[in-house]
């Protein structure tokens, strides 16, 4: 049932805060260690929703894990257990072990919730047929049977880089030298990238061009130790609350991290913001902020702090080439269109764009809704910083699909006498 309790906004962050490990991250590794032989270690891990299904994913083809705080023990190369792998809402998940599950002619059961069974899955439909794979989607689940076989993969660019990750993950097991060929560059190809950076830790190699990745079969994954770097994606919204006055700082980030949402740091600094790094320490000041045009076709997790904070901005903000945002969570170029003019701000959508218009703050004063979307509620939470009434938000609970300790970080500032009774992070 879902959840309709609606949370009063009404305190902002303050002080130093560690952002959750890169989920993005985490999941490769989690994966790289489950297709090892032996037992692996993964420091600074954060445990979500998401994560969740991943492990629960490696666990039923064949791995073990227990967690010990912040640090997961992986014994990998296992026993199959079972047929079915809930992915809950998780696509990395998905996308991820469908290759992987098809290294065994066994059939392989894949079930969802929310919209993931309705996000795009035609990639693998077309490249399994001519590996011999049967592919099989409904909205009620995924069946995949038939074993994977080394080959030339044909697919286009505009594709989710988790396809091509998936077959990264899986072709390296199998005999026989493949190839992954996209018929345009490589949309969000840093994730790519990060795939193959984390196979390299653990003892996996393939090579990449503009517009191929080479792969070598009868490779074998080594058991590993490997740190998760913290998670740029979700320490987007804290910089964001900085550029908006909020004394808060990011501890636990890297400034040469490899992660392609770093450049929420780009995006600030040309809004006007200033970057301060201080040892480990990350701390964002600005002024006045500047409209901006933000290409979100290599970023797409970056469009809703952003375009949150451009609703700030003084002039006009655009975010382009955003399309690929209508197939997430939630419909995310609506949902921030409709749950933003709620708040007062003047926005408005093309297919795959956004355009906003900035203010020195909007009115607020009402209730808006995640739309079932982490990122979406994580958006509304940052937005109500420059809102003159109070905020209500429905659906807060779902940022527990990557940041289950969102709210605690979010709220540290302490309550004043006259909010207290208000308080308790519902109304």
């Not at 503009?210 to 320490?235: C, I, L, M």
């Not at 700082?249 to 600094?269: E, V």
């Not at 076709?297 to 382009?320: K, Q």
């Amino acid at each position: 049932m879902r959840n309709t309790i609606a949370r009063v906004i009404n305190r902002f962050p303050e002080g130093l805060i560690t952002p959750p490990a890169s989920k993005s991250l985490s999941h490769r590794a989690v994966i790289c260690a489950a297709l090892a032989k032996g037992k692996s270690v993964i420091h600074n891990i954060t445990l979500s929703e998401d994560i969740e299904a991943t492990l629960g994913g490696v666990h039923t083809l064949g791995a073990d894990w227990t967690l010990d705080g912040r640090t997961l023990y992986i014994e990998g190369g296992g026993e199959r257990r079972a047929d079915m792998i809930n992915c809950i809402e998780s696509a990395s998940t998905l996308r991820f072990l469908i290759p992987v599950a098809a290294l065994s002619e066994r059939e392989t059961i894949f079930k969802g919730k929310g919209r993931l069974l309705v996000r795009p899955m035609g990639a693998y439909d077309s490249v399994f047929k001519y590996a011999g794979v049967k592919f099989a989607h409904s909205l009620r689940e995924i069946r995949v049977s038939g074993a994977l076989k080394s080959g030339v993969y044909i697919l286009p660019g505009d594709v989710s880089s988790q396809f091509i990750s998936g077959l990264l993950f899986a072709l390296p097991l199998v005999s026989g030298e493949s190839e992954i060929h996209l018929e345009s560059p490589l949309e969000s190809r840093q994730y790519a990238e990060m795939t193959m950076d984390v196979m390299r830790s653990f003892g996996v190699t393939c090579e990449a061009t503009e517009y191929a990745f080479r792969v070598s079969g009868d490779q074998h994954y080594k058991p590993s130790e490997y740190t998760v770097e913290t998670d740029f994606s979700q320490a987007a919204y804290f910089l964001a609350a900085a550029a908006l006055g909020c004394n808060v700082s990011c501890a636990g980030l890297s400034p040469d991290s490899k992660q392609g949402d770093i450049a929420i740091l780009q995006i600030l600094q040309k809004m006007g913001a200033k970057i301060k790094w201080d040892g480990g320490k990350l701390s964002v000041y600005a002024g006045k902020l500047n409209g901006v045009t933000v290409d979100a076709r290599e970023n797409p997790d970056l469009a809703p702090p952003v375009a949150a904070l451009c609703c700030f901005c003084e002039g006009t903000s655009r975010i382009i080439n955003a399309g690929r945002l209508r197939l997430k969570e939630s419909d995310r170029l609506f949902a921030l269109t409709q749950e933003l003019s709620k708040l007062g701000a003047d926005i408005s959508e093309t297919p795959d764009s956004l355009t906003i218009h900035g203010a020195p703050e909007l009115p607020g004063g009402v209730t808006v809704d995640a739309h079932h979307d982490h990122r979406i509620a994580m958006a509304m939470a940052l937005a109500a910083i420059r809102c003159k009434n109070e905020v209500k938000l429905v659906g807060w609970h779902n940022v527990n699909k990557s940041y289950p300790d969102f709210w605690e970080d979010f709220e540290r500032t302490p309550l004043n006498n006259d909010n207290a009774q208000a308080a308790g992070g519902t109304a």
